[in-house]
C-alpha cells in the first residue's frame, strides 16, 4: 500500500456509513491511481496500448467503474453531491453501498496484481 498512499480500501469496512469521509476519500485515491495508470500506459504505448497492456486496462477500467458506481445512483461515501436517501431507506443504501465498496475492493485488488506482474 505504500506504493499508492490515500488507497487504503481498508477504510470501507461494511459497517462504514454512508457519509464516511474516509472510505470516499480512499476510493477516489483509487480511482485516481488507476485513471494514472491508465494514461501513463497508453502514452507509452500509444497505438498499441490495448495490446501491449490490454490486462491492465481493463483492470484500471473496471477500478474507475466500480468507484463510479458508487456516486449513482445512490451518493456513497460522499462521493456524490446528490442528497442522501429519506431515512426509510438509510440502512438498505448502507447495505448497498457497503457490497458496492466491496466489489470495489475486488476490483482493486484484481488492479494491484495486475499492474504488478
Not at 477516489?28 to 507509452?44: F, G, M, N, S, Y
Request: net charge negative; charged share 25%.
Amino acid at each position: 500500500m505504500d506504493a499508492h498512499p490515500g488507497a487504503d480500501l481498508d477504510k470501507c469496512a461494511m459497517n462504514a456509513s454512508l457519509d464516511d469521509a474516509g472510505c470516499g476519500a480512499a476510493l477516489i485515491a483509487a480511482e485516481q491511481v488507476a485513471a494514472d495508470t491508465e494514461r501513463r500506459l497508453r502514452r507509452k504505448g500509444a497505438e498499441h496500448a490495448d495490446l501491449l497492456y490490454g490486462a491492465a486496462l481493463l483492470a484500471a477500467g473496471a477500478v474507475q467503474d466500480g468507484i463510479d458506481r458508487l456516486r449513482h445512483p445512490i451518493p456513497c461515501y460522499g462521493l456524490s453531491d446528490a442528497p442522501q436517501p429519506p431515512p426509510p431507506l438509510h440502512a438498505e443504501a448502507e447495505g448497498i453501498c457497503a457490497e458496492g465498496a466491496d466489489i470495489a475492493k475486488g476490483e482493486w485488488q484484481i488492479f494491484l496484481t495486475t499492474v504488478a506482474l
